[in-house]
């Protein structure tokens, strides 16, 4: 009789084992069945972001009632490569998410997104959108894969107290790469900080080396009978990488410190010790909100310097749609894209709206300048209509607002942009720690490295 | 219950009752294992579906491209031409190697020199020993950022303290000299505690008798180390020499946190490497064929040390 109790329980206990495992696979994402479709999106602010947490609560609420049977779930979370791809593969990634302009190309290129033209057809802007920024989240065809939030150009980042403190104007940033030397010696020889902080490692030295690269004319891949190869073994990339080794070893302008990645550069920067980095206004927000800058009044932005090329990268982040993701709540997920993000970018009023409820709370920063997203008309309608609750100091992005339109906006390199930046955060990290760095023989095996990978992924 | 039960019958009488007992043990015995199978079924399924259905799944997907969205495609063995001309792999060995052999050259001997020198303590032993253990109690990352500040090459820790009595600046982790020794340092220290914990149980389990017929016999402290204490410890030396060995090959957090795998790919280990092509390339293939040539070069290296050690731990 033990025994067969004993056999029981044991049976019991294998089944519910079994149960609470096969259950894991009802922790399915989202539903769609007869009683509506559940949407789960990335891109509500965290509890702390009292303000605008409740501006995406009213968002939800609004575009729940706007569309019967769609129900939304907010979640926090935001892009990492690691769980976006265990959720993608685990079927449980959310049904949009928000990717920062560094990767959608790569997800395009791997078909990880959906395309979203047909879906977006039926909003009455959607050819309205500024082609500039487009590029970076369409393919080569053309197809649209994501709708932008607060697009950037990137530009230079200062601190305008300590330009002050070494005897500079904080409000004539260097507008040339002679000048970005020249000022960063100044900061450094005066002040004892750092005057120019150069990002290497974790694929950013790459993607600053790019943005340079323009700066000077260069490009960073070209075509070559039809396949994409590496062009960065020319001579404005020699330049710039000259400029940072003459600014390491003559002037001791760069610091000591020569494995950053955008974090530490920010980081760095938030607490004063960085007189100048390559970021975008998006960077404000991190140095306020996230690392606490003392005084943001000290924030300052430029244009990205120029040495001949006249052109810079863009930035900033979009919402995508994974390609996972059924047909019929793709284009839920478009409806909640142009409410959420469309139409609140296009419309004076909406953009109003959610700018005084964001301004009630004195930690958020509104109205950080970006691009527009449409016609430079709409962006100031939209400009003017949120100006009374504008908590950022508007005159510090003057030289940016100013100088950025005159430069040619460029995306990031087509084909596989992380194996080019991979291979450059090794030749800047070697010319920012070896004096006798040779660029040429750097560039030229960076070169041949690189070529092996891109030739072999094209067919 | 009848007493019938109880009394041999005719048959049993006669020697034959040994038939209907082992039916009736081997029922039981069945039983028994069937029992054991059923209460074996929730661990059974828990490793199959989250420890040997990844690593199978994983070994399949070393031979397909895949975008975790699309049916994956069958590429044969082209994930593995593509790791091999991979002109980083030769670096990332290197590399790996260097730091276990680094490891191994310095983390390998302090746990057992500190855990003998914790074993002659009297007094306030568990405050080493709590000391001993602390950094393992620390997160990985939490102490390679501490160990990051430490290593500042400006207002660092280390060259502060060192600048006190005039040696360095030292790059630490800005050269590629030094940035595999600074990793191999801190995670000496991170790693050590639970390694001193285990030299000191086992040499606390030393029959002390051994130590005392040595130093009759007129065996010095050394003496009694090299010919009582180490012998003694063979076993357990041994096995954490080969944890140490698998551990140290498995190297992913120090380089990724403290250097990106810098300055100039000094700190690319094979890890690191299969990080970037999962999650930085989206190359999932790809990481899946280097994780899988990873586990069969540890399961060679294992089996290897087990032949060769197998005489040594069992005199």
Known sequence: MRLVRRTVAATAAGLLAAAALSACGALAPSSSDGDGTVLRVQGMPPGTEKAALEAFNRQVAAFEEANPGITVEGTTNVWDPMTFSAKLAGGSIEDVISVPFTEPQGLIERGQVAAIDGDLAFWDHAKEFNPQVLTTLSDAGGKLYGVPEAPFALGLVYNRALFEQAGLDPNKPPATWDEVRAYAEQIAERTGKTGYLQETKDNQGGWQLTMMTYAHGGAMERQENGKYVADFNSAPTKSALQLLKDMRWSDDAVG???????????????????????????????????????????????????????????????????????????????????????????????????????????????????????????????????KPYVNVELANFTPYLTGTPTLELKPEPPFQAQTVYTALDTVLQAVLTDENADIDALLTKAETDVNTKLLADQP | MSLAVDVPTEAEAAGKPAARRPRRRRKSKWRNELTALVLLVPALLTFGLFSWWPIVRGLLISFQQTNLVDPAKWVGLDNFRAIFADPLLGTAVENTLLFTGLALLIGFPLPIVLAAVMSTVRRAGGVYRFLAYLPVVIPPVVSVLLWKWFYDPGAGLFNSILGLVGLGPYPWLQSPDTAMLSLVLESTWAGMGGAVLIYLAAMVGIPTELYEAAQTDGAGIWRRIWHVMLPQLRPVIGLLLLMQLIGTIQVFTEPYVFTGGGPQDSTVTVLLLVFRYAFVNGDYGQAAALSFLLAIALAILSAIYLRATRAWSRT
């Open chain 1, 256 to 386: 000591e410190n020569q494995l950053n990645n955008q974090a530490d550069a920010i980081k760095a920067f938030a607490s004063g010790q960085v007189g100048m980095f390559l970021g975008t206004p998006g960077t404000y927000k991190l140095a306020k909100m996230t690392y606490g800058m003392e005084d943001i009044g000290d924030y300052g932005i430029g244009a990205m310097p120029q040495a001949g090329g006249n052109a810079t990268l863009s930035g900033g982040k979009a919402y995508m749609i994974p390609a996972s993701v059924s047909a019929d709540k793709r284009a839920a997920a478009v409806k909640w894209l142009v409410h959420a993000y469309g139409q609140p970018q296009y419309d004076p009023a909406i953009a109003a709206e959610n700018a005084k409820n964001l301004a009630a709370d004195p930690k958020a920063a509104v109205g950080v300048p970006t691009l527009p997203l449409f016609t430079a008309e709409q962006q100031l309608k939209i400009d003017e209509a949120i």
